[in-house]
């Protein structure tokens, strides 16, 4: 969709299961424009906490000085 410069949309099924935060995990790290949950609290934590582990994983590409 990006090519056509079109927004990613992404809807995250309603349904607890085990494989959801996966399938989030996955749709999240797209960094689509647009999500559509049922609970979106739940989602933006997730984010959240997605960007804050990721960011911690990834070392600072500036030198120390």
Known sequence: MR???LPLYVPVPW???ADR???LDLALSQNPD???AHRPA???DHHDAIGTASAQ???SALPDR
């Open 3 to 5: 090519r056509f410069d």
């Open 15 to 17: 349904l607890q299961t």
């Open 21 to 23: 935060l996966e399938l």
């Open 34 to 36: 647009y999500v559509r």
């Open 42 to 44: 739940q989602v933006r």
């Open 57 to 59: 994983a990834v070392p």
